[in-house]
């Protein structure tokens, strides 16, 4: 891909952690690029880090401001992390991709091609936010590879929201992704939430949910005593479907786990719970990109939801690749 205005790249210097003559962390085995484009001649599962530094998405939908710091959060805390990734896996971090003022729409363009790009090279993208807007962003550059093969899409989102609300003056935020995404591939539009909290959706998005015959489960079902029902919930998404995009807002969590959020709620989900739903999603075999969203380090606590965050990559990379 050619240079983009809109790209800014990693500096190796926020990749730091304990010294080891041997590869143990994860610091030793990232790559910083500079710029969007994986080495030809790189071998072995390949994993492309992307940030997305923009908070514009937020700002339309009301949501507190510090989201565009997330990215080099989550990368501070994934650092220092020990590595137990298989021995071909190679690591690239692409950088972020910036908004120019309020201008998000060219972002989420630039974001596309670049997942696109990546899934076609055979690189599993992890895109890190940003608010939630993101995953029209990724979820169409998903989609768009996906469907040039004639496959079907589905896409699992943890999260309190349904982030299907309307667009605002024909313009998206980061509450409207998903309907976004719906608008975009009509019939072809599988979209399975977990986490829904009725006392953060209106009663018009439940309607909105069920026109677009979207799958949830709420939060009073979404618990580890449910295990079971989650499961086939799980099976029969997963089995109508080709492939799976994962999405993860942080604000889904509990904020006594993620009070670093744009939308904190004391009423979220556990990691516990929440790691036997990717642990699940990351062995079907059907995984091919996944985004975690919408962390704010103005508001977190010791790096409490940054350290959840790189957690949840570390995690699903380790039980996917």
């Known amino acids: 891909m050619k240079f983009n205005k809109l790209h800014q790249p990693t500096s190796k210097s926020i990749w730091t952690g304990r010294t080891s003559d041997d590869l143990q962390y ?16 790189a071998k072995g599962k390949k994993v492309g880090i992307l940030g997305y530094a923009g908070e514009e998405g937020v700002t339309r939908n009301r949501g507190r401001k ?3 710091n997330g990215p080099n959060a989550i990368r501070k805390m994934m650092a220092p992390m020990a590595y137990h990734l298989p021995d071909e896996s190679q690591l690239f971090d692409l950088g972020d991709i910036v908004s120019m003022g309020n201008n998000m729409e060219q972002s989420h363009d630039v974001i596309s091609e670049t997942v696109s790009h990546l899934l076609g090279n055979k690189v599993f993208p992890v895109l890190l936010g940003g608010g939630h807007d993101l995953a029209f962003a990724h979820g169409r550059g998903v989609f768009n590879h996906v469907k040039a093969k004639g496959e079907k899409l589905g896409i699992i989102n943890l999260d309190a929201h349904f982030d299907l609300r309307p667009m605002v003056d024909g313009k998206g935020h980061s509450g409207s992704p998903f309907f976004q995404l719906a608008k975009d591939s009509t019939s072809d539009f599988h979209y399975l939430c977990f986490g829904i909290q009725s006392a953060a959706n209106p009663a018009s998005l439940f309607t909105t949910a069920k026109q677009l015959k979207v799958s949830w489960m709420e939060m009073e079902d979404f618990k580890l005593s449910n295990w079971e029902n989650i499961v086939l919930v799980l099976n029969d998404f997963c089995n109508s479907v080709n492939k799976i995009y994962l999405t993860i807002d942080l604000d889904g969590f509990s904020s006594a786990y993620a009070p670093g959020v744009s939308a904190p709620s004391p ?7 929440a790691f036997k739903v990717l642990d ?5 075999g059907k995984l091919i990109s996944m985004d975690v969203v919408e962390l704010n380090p103005e508001f977190d606590q010791d790096n409490a939801t940054a ?12 039980k996917h690749l």
Do not use: K, T, Y
């Open 280 to 284: 699940w999603i990351a062995r079907s």
């Open 307 to 318: 350290r959840l965050a790189a957690r949840c990559v570390e995690f699903v990379l380790r």
């Open 26 to 41: 994860w610091h030793q085995a990232i790559q910083c690029l500079p710029d969007l484009n994986i080495p030809m001649d």
């Open 267 to 273: 009423m979220g989900f556990s990691p516990e719970l």
């Open 66 to 68: 510090g989201a565009a």
